[in-house]
């Protein structure tokens, strides 16, 4: 079987460097180019040391030969990954977060219209999927839940995607709201949090941080924690390998990493 040609947009960057990293390291693909917005160099070396890739400022010139193309970008180099891959018949592994559901659509009209896959999700730690999936079993058993998400000091959205998730999973799981008391007085504004489905929210951000996931439920006498913690980006790797492996047994628009775990 002929190995899997992968493009990385936003090569330059922190995660496009590690999906390239274990993309080239991994038996069955074969990293074909990379696009970034930023860039000033028209290659960089494999981080095998066995060659170079091109390196295109603009995303439709590096599509042409791909089989997938992965992006962690952000939600315009998203949308803008999907418009031009899709068409070129290449498939898309989406990690970039904060996308909207204009943009969800038109990833489904895309994928559905050209024959490609298309896979989208808020995280591919799978231990935090497999967090969201613990969390909707415990949450018809309790009627509080408190969530916080620290991240690094750079992160552009708050709460992140995959906060986001994990309170709908305890919100889907609860199948209704849960109690979320407001304090009588306030002392500084916010301080509670955002709600979503009755979860509170907490969001921190510092250095130091990649991923920070603890949800806690309440009830009387106890509470239960479920918590996960990616360390450093290769938590990411594992579940965009297994996303770029998925995206030829599939067609159409895949959304959340559990779809493909079969959670």
Do not use: W
Not at 8 to 30: R, Y
Not at 45 to 52: A, H, N, S, W
Not at 214 to 234: A, P
């Amino acid at each position: 079987m002929a190995d899997i040609k992968v493009v990385v947009n936003g090569v330059l960057g922190k995660m496009g460097q590690e999906v390239l990293n274990a993309v080239d390291n991994t038996q069955g693909m074969k990293p074909i180019g990379g696009s970034d917005i930023a860039a000033t160099i028209d290659q960089i070396p494999l981080p095998t040391g066995e060659g170079f890739i091109p390196v295109f400022q603009d995303i439709k010139d590096a599509v042409k030969e791909a089989d997938v193309v992965v992006d962690f970008t952000n939600a315009s180099g998203a949308k803008s990954v999907m418009q031009a891959a899709s068409p070129a018949g290449a498939n898309c592994v989406i990690g970039s977060t904060g996308l909207s559901e204009e943009t969800f659509k038109i990833a489904e009209t895309l994928a559905e219209s050209n024959n490609t896959s298309i896979i989208i999700a808020p995280n591919f730690a799978m231990g935090a999927v497999l967090m969201s999936h613990l969390v909707k079993e415990a949450a018809r058993f309790f009627d509080y839940a408190d969530l916080t998400e620290v991240h690094h000091e750079a992160k552009i959205d708050a709460p992140s995607g995959t906060a986001i998730a994990i309170a709908q999973a305890a919100a889907d799981g609860k199948n209704s709201d849960f109690n979320a008391p407001n304090a009588e007085k306030q002392l500084i504004e916010g301080t509670r949090g955002g709600v979503h489905g009755g979860v509170v929210i907490h969001s921190g951000r510092m250095p130091g941080r990649v991923a920070h996931h603890e949800m806690v439920f309440g009830s009387l006498g106890q509470t239960l924690t479920i918590r996960h913690d990616s360390i450093n980006r290769e938590s990411f790797m594992p579940g965009v390998i297994m996303a770029i492996k998925a995206t030829s047994a599939s067609t159409g628009l895949t959304v959340g990493l559990d779809k493909i775990m079969g959670l």
